[in-house]
């Protein structure tokens, strides 16, 4: 009773949230921290099936950054989200970002 779960992240998420704070860090330089209800859209393309993540993994990982840049203020703002996995080429992280219209979402 009262005990928090104790996350543990292994060192390649640890890697990877690095490097995608200094990008979105960069992207999001000089603009507001985001305080509005939001729609995320996700695209994840991964080098092959062998280095595939969950989907789902891979939204709050997003998520977590997002938040931990500034770029939002919680991730409890996403309202909606759209996401996609697909294999092949280089592997990247295209998100996007849009405001919700209906703040009642």
Known sequence: I???KRVIYSPKYLAWASMASLVCRK???GQ?????LIELHLDFNFKNRQSESDLSNCIEGIQ????????IEDDKQVRRIIASKTFGGEASTTVHLFPLEDQNV
């Open 2 to 4: 009262g005990r928090r």
């Open 27 to 29: 992207a999001h330089a």
């Open 32 to 36: 507001e921290t985001y305080s509005g």
């Open 64 to 71: 977590d950054v997002l938040q931990s840049t500034g770029v």
